[in-house]
């Protein structure tokens, strides 16, 4: 028994650079994210408001694909190594898809970053969705190609451990840490060929000037083939957590190993072909189409809701096996003081909420009502901001120990940090909603507009500065975290003082499912086939209508546009 | 397998709420009426609107007794026209594309709320009731001025509205 | 800190209290459902009820 | 000495705060229209309602030593 740092050095090293790496993008993505809350509200502002969209756009790439992913491969490397009890095969290949994912982060941020500066001519202000006809300065699209083929990379990584391990050891059920990554690479796989397509085939030849147009629509439909998927990319990390080191933190073990199994699978096969869900709104798609994607989206609902009754079930276990009684009173014999627990089960009852708006989002017709506004924004500040980001954030507590040997400094203040989160985000996400409701939209840097918003309850000035005080609230504890890495990174090495390398044992053991479960490529199989039923029409209905590269349009920004909007505001005065 | 008795219900309550959810979405397409945005309207170009017959010159056209049509062109950062009125108790279908990159059409405070994307037409029909007065934004970032984007559905009672001269 | 540790196993560990807690929050998304569907949505005004084309 | 470990009660404290601040939207859809600072007070008079609680010399409560670590 001892930590990760002492079982595998070598590994614990890229751990730690991914992580850091991590951290470095949560604390400019929080900057960023506090610049447009007080730009929004018009409370301070310190840039144009032209400007806006680019800080968005870091804010956006920094936090859902910096930050997440690279502590997604900290985990996952984690995951596998400790579960398989082997290193990874050859660190030189390891160090190369960190290099290429840290490459890629960087030469896309050079073109976003540029677009602040009057005298570099770049600009990617595309936000993280990157809609064509907006155009980005091709060194963006290389930059995030470069990304992706390093998030593959580390996949090959880890399926090369996995098989080595598996010639040893032909018979033995997988372990779930290591079941839990290969799922999830599987449908990352099956997602990102569609974005890797779209950006290769589509985009950069068209922002290379190769292309005149591009299709706005099948762009945007490849785009949303992966873009509901990787919130699940960001997702199954949490859940790996929640199911390995939550149960283990609370003092009891996982309730049921195979049900873990049973929602992954349904994760590798619901979680792409749902990406509709996303175009309820679109015309020049059927009606039918979106009704197959509303089904599979609520089809997905499912492994959710199991999660939900596993992983607190796994919590009541420890808190009875920590002596706690009565039908809710064990609640209280939880450890609380312990910031790892705290920070992920306050991120839990989140993302229960974040359940509800999600099933209006996802909900086909009643999408009419949110789709676009700022209750989208306060949909997912509770999944991937909270959820997520407040699980890797708590879960860094546990592992920063393990894979530096320094026992955590400031465990007081990491504790206040978890839950500074939790009020902030109650603030911010309520008035999100709210106003949501009340048809503001997102994604703007003025919701001033000729006519005024009526929400349902109280005023837009009432929801502004419950924005204000969520956002600020938010990054402070960001704040926080960073002081409490950082006091730990500056303290001694001291193993003795740090629990083993262990994830939790399970109630109801993996030899009590079926082995069909273990039968990967029997799954990716059946995931390969709904992703073509999902969207084979769909793609050739789009083609079919107006060609490979579109009925047209030019690409935008372009000088001529600054000139037209000249004319336009002249006008409008 | 062994699964737990409260997890079985578990299970069972979870199917109740997907049936719930899709349940009660397929009644609001089919008994409410609810109506997708789809592919019904053909494709445009979108760098030779002006020569369209409808988008060529935008606005609201009388269709029937109480229908009416009208088209508009998105572009960043506003709308043509951008000032929109329509008669009280009327149905109105709105056909609405875009001459450059995506944008949303979304009459603020209602079910009224779609995207515009270029080459495509966005057409909804919603039914109107009394005098009032509408936002209109884009709520999709189109571009840097894309919160300059706005509009306005004006509801006119019956006897005062007056079709503009369509030359 | 930690109080008297006991091991409970399997058989003899039913999860009353999950469930408690999954059937309410069961409830308060059939309600929070009722509400934002059939109140906040089909009440609205200008619904899109067609597309003549 | 409290009836509940004190960072228990912070958490629970922190806990009730989403609990308040959705209240008051179900209290406009009941017709009740609290203001801000209404509703500001109100929270805080739950809040130390339960601090009182915890703190309140448990002579006539059946005393509760789940929690007390």
Known sequence: ?573 | MNVHDYEKLWIGLSMVLIVLFIGSITYGSVVAGVVMIDDAADPVDPDALGDHPDFGDPGVTQTGEDTYEVHVVAFHPGFNPDVIEVPANSTVTFHVTSMDVIHSFSIVGTNANSMVIPGEVSSMTVELGAPNRYGIVCNEYCGEFHHLMEGELVVVPEDEFELEADE | MRTAHREIGHDEFDPVGTLTLVIGYFLLLVVLWIFVYFVEFLGRELTVVGVVV | MSRIDPVVLLVLLVFTVPILVQLRTVAFYLGFEPTVTQSIILGLAVIVVIVGWAYWPARWLPSEPEGCE
């Open chain 1, 1 to 573: 028994m001892s930590t990760y740092v002492e079982q595998f050095p070598a590994e614990a090293r890229l751990v730690r650079s991914a992580m850091y790496t991590a951290f470095v993008a949560l604390g400019l993505g929080a900057a960023f994210g506090l610049l447009q809350v007080l730009h929004r509200t018009n409370v301070l502002r310190v840039i144009d408001s032209t400007d806006y969209y680019t800080i968005l756009t870091l804010h956006g790439v920094l936090l859902v694909l910096t930050f997440t992913i690279f502590f997604l491969v900290a985990i996952f490397t984690w995951a596998i190594t400790t579960s398989l009890d082997r290193p990874l095969p050859d660190h030189r290949f390891s160090w190369t898809w960190y290099g290429l994912m840290t490459g890629g982060t960087v030469l896309a941020a050079i073109p976003i970053v540029g677009g602040l500066i009057d005298q570099i001519d770049m600009s990617a202000a595309v936000l993280f969705t990157f809609y064509a006809p907006l155009q980005a300065h091709w060194l963006f699209y290389v930059g995030l190609a470069l990304f992706v083929v390093g998030t593959w990379l580390a996949g090959v990584d880890w399926i090369r451990t996995y098989l080595a391990w598996r010639r040893e050891h032909p018979d033995e059920r997988i372990p779930l840490p290591t079941f839990m990554v290969l799922t999830t690479m599987g449908f990352w796989y099956l997602s990102s060929v569609g974005v890797a397509l779209s950006v290769l085939v589509f985009l950069l030849p068209w922002s290379l000037g190769i292309f005149e147009h591009v299709n706005a629509l099948l762009t945007r439909t490849m785009f949303w083939y992966f873009g509901h998927a990787v919130v699940y990319f960001w997702l199954m990390p949490t859940y790996l957590l929640w199911y390995l080191l939550l149960p283990k933190v609370a003092g009891g073990k996982l309730f049921s190993d195979p049900l873990a199994r049973i929602v992954f699978v349904l994760f590798l096969l619901l979680s792409t072909p749902t990406g509709i869900h996303h175009q309820y709104l679109d015309p020049g798609i059927a009606e039918g189409f979106k009704y197959v994607a509303m089904t599979n989206t609520m089809f997905l609902l499912l492994p959710s809701l199991l999660t939900a009754f596993t992983v607190v079930a796994s919590i009541e276990h420890g808190a009875r096996q920590r002596g706690g009684t009565g039908r809710l009173r064990w609640l209280g014999a939880l450890p609380w003081r312990d910031p790892v627990f705290t920070g992920m089960a306050l991120a839990g009852v989140m993302f229960a909420a974040a359940g509800f708006s999600g099933i209006v989002n996802a909900g086909l017709n009643v999408n009419y009502l949110v789709h676009n506004t700022f209750w989208v924004v306060g949909h997912f500040h509770l999944t991937v901001g909270t959820a997520v980001a407040l699980t890797f954030m708590a879960a860094s507590y546990w592992f920063l120990p393990q894979v530096t040997g320094k026992p955590l400094w400031g465990r007081p203040l990491a504790l206040g940090q978890v839950l500074l989160w939790f009020l902030g985000m109650t603030f911010m996400s309520n008035a999100m909603h709210r106003g949501g409701l009340a048809g503001i939209p997102r994604r703007t840097a003025e919701p001033q507009y000729n006519f005024s918003f009526e929400p349902a309850i109280g005023s837009v000035a009432e929801l502004d500065a419950q924005v204000v005080l969520g956002g600020t609230l938010l990054f402070l504890s960001t704040v926080l975290f960073l002081t409490v890495v950082l006091g730990t990174l500056r303290g001694g090495v001291d193993p003795t003082r740090i629990p083993a390398n262990t994830y939790a044992a399970a109630l109801s053991e993996a030899e009590d499912g079926p082995r069909i479960l273990d039968n990967l490529r029997l799954w990716v199989l059946i995931a390969v086939v709904l992703v073509i039923l999902a969207y084979a029409f769909p793609i050739a209905a789009i083609v079919d209508r107006s060609g490979w590269l579109g009925p047209g349009g030019s690409p935008y920004p372009q000088v001529v546009w600054v000139v037209e909007y000249l004319v336009v505001a002249l006008a409008l005065r």
